[in-house]
C-alpha cells in the first residue's frame, strides 16, 4: 500500500480581545456598577416604602380635616424641612395621686413640683412655639398646692396671660371644690373627669376610689358646678377587664358631656408594666374585639370619641413634671424647654402629627366656640 498523506489538522488559534489587566480593570468596573445600581435601587424601595406607608394613613383620614403643611408622621416633616406644631400639649406637671388606678401610665415616679413661675415661664415658651390648647393632668392636678390654687394659677396664666385658645383639665373630681370654681371658672374651657364605671364595686377594684369617698357622688357633684360656673364638661372612660361588660348609656345621656372620649386599656414598659413599673396593668387589658364590642354598645352616643392603644401611642404631645416632652410610645423623655427650647425638645417625642388630626385631636375645644346651653 502506497503511503497516503494525510494533512494535519490544527486547531484554530482564539486570541482573547483584552489583556488579562484589561480584564482585571473591567470586572472591577463592572462591581463597581453593580454596586451603584444596588445602592440606587435600595434607596429607591425605601422611599417608596416610606410613601406608600404615608399615602395609606392620609387615605384613612379625612384629608379636609389635616392642615396644608401635615404630610409626615414624626416630629419634623421630611419632604418640607417642617417642625410639628406643638398645638395641643398635655402638661403632667405632678405625678402624685390620691387614687391608685390599676392601670395608670403616669405613675408617681416622682414628687417633683416645678415653681410656678419656671411653669409658667414653659407655658409661654409652648404659646410662642404655636400652643393652641393645653391639658392640664397628672397624677390628680387639684393635689398639689392650697385647694387646687397651683393649677388653678397656670389655668388663669394661661386664658388672661397668653390668651391659649382652650384651657382644660383631666380629673378624678375627688378634691374638687365648689370655691375652686369661684375663683378660676371663668378662666377654665373644659374639665374632664375620669369615670370608668357607676359601680362602687367595680371602681374599688379598678383603684378609682380614695377612702371613704364615693366616686359617682364627686362626678355628680362636680358637673352640676361645670353647669353653674359655665364649664364645659367632658368624661374619660378607660375600657378595662372590670368594666369591659358594663352598658353606660343611661348615665352618660343623663351627665351629657360635651365629648366622652372612651380609651382601650394601655400597657406602657417602665409605667404600669414591666420589673420597674409601679403598676401591673396586664390584668386590666382587653382585647381590640373586646375593646369594639364595648364602642358598640354604646353607639348611640352621639359625644363617644373612641381610642384604640393604637391610636394613642405618639400622638399625644406629653409634655412632664420637669418641662420635658416624652415619647408616647416608650416615655423617653427629651432634655427641659426650659433648657433647650420647644423646637429641639420636641425633636425626641417621636409625636405622630397625621394619627393625632385622624384621632380627632383638633375640634371644637373652646367654651366660647361651642355655644352650650348652660
Known sequence: MSNVSVPRVTSPSF???????????????????VTFLVTVVSIYYIVRRRRRANDVTLRR???????????????????????????SVNYHFTR??????????????????????????GLRLLKEAGMKKINFSGGEPFLPGHHGDYVGEMVKYCKQSL?????SIVSNGSLVKEAWFQKYGEFLDILAISCDSFNSDTNRAIGRQHGSRDHVESLRRVRQWCAQYKVAFKMNTVVNAYNKHEDLTQEIQQLNPCRWK????????????????????????????????????????ACLVRENTSEMRSSYLIVDEYMRFLDGATK?????????????AMDAAN?????FFQRGGKYTWSKAAMQLEW
Open 61 to 87: 383620614t379625612d384629608v379636609t380635616s389635616l392642615p396644608d403643611d401635615v404630610s409626615g408622621d414624626t416630629g419634623s416633616d421630611v419632604t418640607t424641612g417642617k417642625r410639628a406644631v406643638p398645638e
Open 351 to 355: 409625636f405622630d402629627e397625621v394619627m
Open 262 to 301: 372612651v380609651f382601650q386599656c394601655l400597657l406602657i414598659d417602665g409605667e404600669n408594666a414591666g420589673e420597674d413599673a409601679k403598676r401591673d396593668a396586664e390584668k386590666f387589658q382587653v382585647t381590640d374585639e373586646e375593646f369594639q364590642t364595648f364602642i358598640d354598645r354604646h353607639s348611640t352616643i
Open 96 to 121: 402624685q395621686c390620691n387614687y391608685k388606678c390599676g392601670f395608670c401610665f403616669h405613675t408617681a415616679k416622682t414628687s417633683h413640683l416645678m415653681p410656678l413661675d419656671d411653669a409658667k415661664r
Open 332 to 344: 423617653q423623655s427629651s432634655r427641659s424647654i426650659l433648657d433647650v427650647g420647644v423646637a429641639h
Open 163 to 167: 390668651g391659649v385658645e382652650s384651657v
Open 15 to 33: 486570541q482573547l480581545p483584552i489583556s488579562a489587566q484589561s480584564l482585571t480593570d473591567h470586572v472591577g468596573l463592572r462591581a463597581l456598577v
